[in-house]
């Protein structure tokens, strides 16, 4: 009985595409938590694994961390439940309801402020568009204020809206260039910067060409280039 | 100082659209708690109150619950916040990590495939949407199968799945009406019904012709009709 106890380890794996800011979100929050894991990547562009439409038959979508051979789907989802079930160490969400409510609603503005307009501009032919730059731009600015001079989101603790941001930060580029837009915002650097001193972060965010070329193949395919 | 604290009552406004689906469920979250509210109704067709421009300057959208001058925005992340602050009764998510994940699974699913999906039948043109017809009886479909023969989405408790999905249930005739469809779900009827014998879902769900009324005038509004 006590072998298998001591035999019985968390089988953790990632449904994963390293591109996919979403998937990243994961990555970095499982790595906060010091949990293992294995990635199994998906080839998203050509064909669907069996274990991506087992394990997440309604959206078809990555990430889906799989605990022990159960599934969770949507990133900010998954980094709940990361954060319930490891709940010992690096909490991502404050402890006091209005600020988890806080963080709540500014992931969930990254999501459906940044992260969906962005992508109209990036899939959508040049020039078109552009209100949702107008938008894009003032959405950024809005992050800005909230985080300010503080290092992190939520004040002086790495945390949920961070996970949830930072992957996007090294789509900026990407944004500028295909939108012909400039994103001047001083005080996300300095607090993706900081961010970046994190080995979680580091490790995982993408490269900012990988990006763009990725990007670009996207246009490619979809015939908007 | 005692009488200090006997006199500090927690103040809760909800800045409210009767019809609204998103503002109904904050308010069978609210009876399930027995906390008391106000409800200051807003005129979302002619003029947004400075109140509701104050408290929600990001999204300018009900439901905003604002408790002792601190307001919360987004119905989901209200239900999360109503659950954690008054935790002492009636939760409203399981205990299980998994458990929680999956409710927050499902309710995230009514709002991107039930709500997301109708919204563009009852405002598009008349036979208009058919692949949208299909995916919202298709995701009824799922949603019939994930509550099968239980009481509640949750198992034997009234939670976060059912408050999430109940205020639909009395848009499901104009979703009909309006679409040209056909809604054949007995178990999701049941349990609604099993729903509808509490009184903080009966006192705040609308009167189904309310909701076709309004529907009716909206599209009026915007032309389609």
Known sequence: MLSLILTME???VLAD???????IRVKIALAEKGVKFELKEEDLIHTKSPL??????VHKKVPVLIHN???????????????EFWNDKSPLLPTDPYQRAQ??????????????VAKKIW?????????????????????????????????????????ALIPFYKWFSTYEKVGKLKLDFPKLVTWANKCLERESVSKFLSDEKDVYDFVLAHRKRIGVD
């Open 10 to 12: 968390d089988e953790v």
């Open 17 to 23: 595409f390293g591109l996919s800011m979403f998937c």
């Open 52 to 57: 991506l439409l087992e394990m997440n038959p």
């Open 69 to 83: 051979g159960k599934p969770i789907a949507e990133s900010l989802i998954i980094l709940h439940y990361i954060d």
């Open 103 to 116: 963080a709540r609603f500014w992931a969930d503005f990254v999501d459906n402020k940044v992260h969906e």
């Open 123 to 163: 899939t959508g032919k040049v020039d078109e568009h552009e209100a949702e730059k107008k938008e894009l731009i003032g959405n950024l600015k809005k992050l800005e204020e909230v985080v300010g001079d503080k290092p992190y989101f939520g004040g002086d603790t790495f945390g949920f809206v961070d996970v």
